[in-house]
């Protein structure tokens, strides 16, 4: 045993690296995926109560709100329209209110064979893949008769499509369909088509964090670690099971979140400013980041650690993730190099096919030049526990989980001092 007074110690021995928590990963990771947060889907009580539980905890960890905030709960709009009537008649017959399904967010529909109106006849063969573009996502009103014999199919558009869908726009699409399971007449029919909705405006909320940067001269150059929250909620059950707790997707993700807030926090030697989000949203469409993305400077960011899934070993085995967009700027290189000396290995994404560089929140701030990228670890083309009611912590591998984000948290070294800047993502390179 030493005689020296713990006062007496070495400064350098006195002042031991932090390391990132398991306990912490452990505790958060429970708590987000726990049944009471009901599968956080997007704009539910879920959704509210964890954007409560990581503010409580950037609050704990001694982060400050973003700059010009007052909190760290970033609402914003998002808007619901719900289908309160349809109906159909064909050459003066009605058609079963079950029979007909539209697909609005106007107000009102009105329309007669008169109209500029498409008219898009399925019979009982056809497949209804060539025309999903026209049919959800028109570009003029388009009335669809798809055969009786395709009842299976009508149902099961039926149950996906007749529920209220949040978007990002007061205004949604200008045009509409409308989808009658009826037999086509002989001749182009006459027809009378009304439809009315209701809209209504939820506030959505991301959960952000901040901690300035220690070294004037590189203060204003922000990095970004994030992760969603948000998941599927409640589905149809399965062996009694109905939450979709979302365990790996993407409570893992934002977990790291917290866990390297946590972190940084107590190196307190950032040259660079960090930032800790919490994005919701992404499961619909990506609305949180896109906010998000728009209340920042692109050229004032210097990269982005988007963290998705990576409660389960990758396929590389054991210490190991991988990068999206790999080749798309040095972020991956420069990670790896601070890794030298250790047995971790960032690998470039070997799903390309998925097209995850552009599934994720990093590609709303990659079309804008930054070198914004996910880390994962998830096998996704076999992942048979991906949106489902089985995404539960049970199935996750956590020592393996803290140590991926202990080797992002190192990796992220050079960045965060200042002595690493990697080479900006060409916008051409990142499709819409």
Do not use: C
């Amino acid at each position: 045993m030493s005689l020296l007074a713990a006062g007496a110690l070495p400064a350098a021995a006195q002042r031991r690296a932090p390391e990132v928590s398991g306990a912490t990963v452990e505790r958060v990771l429970t708590t987000l995926a726990a049944d009471d947060m009901q599968g956080r889907a997007t704009g539910q009580p879920g959704s509210v109560k964890a954007a409560d539980f990581l503010a409580s905890e950037f609050q704990r960890i001694g982060l400050q709100p973003l700059p010009g905030a007052t909190g760290f709960r970033q609402e914003f709009p998002a808007y619901q329209s719900a289908v309160t009537s349809a109906s159909v008649t064909l050459d003066g017959v009605a058609q079963p209110a079950s029979q007909v399904l539209a697909l609005t967010t106007q107000p009102t529909l009105s329309w007669t064979e008169k109209d500029d109106v498409a008219l898009l006849v399925l019979g009982p063969q056809d497949k209804v893949q060539p025309h999903f573009g026209e049919i959800f996502r028109p570009t003029k009103n388009t009335l669809v008769l798809l055969d009786p014999g395709q009842a299976a199919l009508f149902k099961s558009l039926a149950e996906r499509y007749s529920r209220p869908r949040l978007r990002a726009e007061p205004a949604g699409n200008p045009y509409s369909t409308v989808v009658v399971l009826a037999s086509a007449p002989a001749s182009p029919p006459a027809y009378r088509v009304a439809a009315t909705t209701a809209t209504t405006t939820l506030t959505l909320r991301n959960v952000a964090g901040y901690l300035p940067g220690h070294d004037a001269a590189h203060a204003a150059e922000k990095i970004i670690f994030s992760g969603h929250y948000d998941h599927l909620g409640i589905l149809k059950p399965v062996a009694g099971d109905s939450i979709a707790n979302g365990a790996d997707d993407d409570a893992s993700g934002t977990t790291a979140v917290v866990a390297l807030a946590e972190y940084f926090k107590k190196r307190d030697d950032n040259a660079r400013s960090l930032i800790f989000v919490a994005f919701t949203a992404e499961e619909i469409g990506g609305f949180g980041a896109r906010y998000f993305s728009q209340q920042l400077d692109p050229k004032e960011l210097t990269a982005m650690f988007n963290i998705e899934m990576i409660g389960k070993p990758a396929k590389f085995g054991p210490n190991t993730a991988f990068i999206t967009g790999y080749d798309k700027s040095d972020f991956g290189q420069l990670l790896q190099a601070n890794l030298k000396g250790t047995k971790f290995k960032f690998e470039p994404d070997p799903y390309p096919e998925q097209n995850l560089f552009y599934r994720s929140d990093n590609a709303t701030l990659a079309r804008l030049g930054v070198p914004a990228h996910t880390i994962s670890t998830d096998q996704i083309p076999t992942d048979k526990l991906y949106h489902s009611v089985d995404d539960e912590v049970s199935s996750l591998d956590v020592k393996n989980m803290t140590a991926v984000i202990s080797a992002i948290a190192r990796s992220a070294t050079g960045l965060v001092a200042g002595r690493q800047t990697p080479s900006r993502v060409a916008p051409e390179s990142v499709a819409k």
